[in-house]
């Protein structure tokens, strides 16, 4: 696997958590054999009895979900920024006081 699908599954592993109530039971059964356990298009369309081509089009419909309710929400890209601003707290980077000015901001 290349760098860049390590970083997209990675990617989209993580706004799944924040999302999946948004999506269909099927829709997060094929999500999680995909991205989270590793089957390939065949394997998760030989399961469900469809064709190859009815799992990639399942599949890039819920990514275009989750990137547009990454979009319009943004709860991954928050919670990544206020993960910083306490990193940078931690390494004394910032002040306390600019610490909670920066969460605030992101919320």
Same mark, same amino acid.
């Given at each position: 696997?290349?760098?860049?699908?390590?970083?997209?599954?990675?990617?989209?592993?993580?706004?799944?958590?924040?999302?999946?109530?948004?999506?269909?039971?099927?829709?997060?059964?094929?999500?999680?054999?995909?991205?989270?356990?590793?089957?390939?298009?065949?394997?998760?369309?030989?399961?469900?009895?469809?064709?190859? @081509?009815?799992?990639?089009?399942? +599949? #890039? $419909?819920?990514?275009? *979900?989750?990137?547009?309710? %990454? =979009?319009?929400?943004?709860?991954?890209?928050?919670?990544?920024?206020?993960?910083?601003?306490?990193? @940078?707290?931690?390494?004394?980077? +910032? #002040? $306390?006081?600019?610490? *909670?000015?920066?969460?605030? %901001? =992101?919320?």
């Amino acid at each position: 696997m290349s760098s860049l699908d390590f970083k997209r599954k990675d990617y989209y592993n993580q706004i799944y958590d924040y999302y999946k109530l948004m999506l269909t039971h099927k829709q997060k059964q094929y999500f999680e054999l995909y991205f989270q356990n590793d089957y390939t298009l065949e394997e998760i369309a030989e399961q469900f009895n469809v064709t190859k @081509s009815a799992i990639h089009d399942s +599949i #890039s $419909k819920v990514t275009k *979900i989750l990137d547009s309710l %990454e =979009e319009n929400i943004g709860q991954y890209k928050r919670v990544k920024n206020i993960k910083l601003i306490l990193r @940078s707290f931690e390494k004394g980077d +910032i #002040s $306390k006081f600019q610490m *909670i000015k920066q969460i605030e %901001e =992101e919320l």
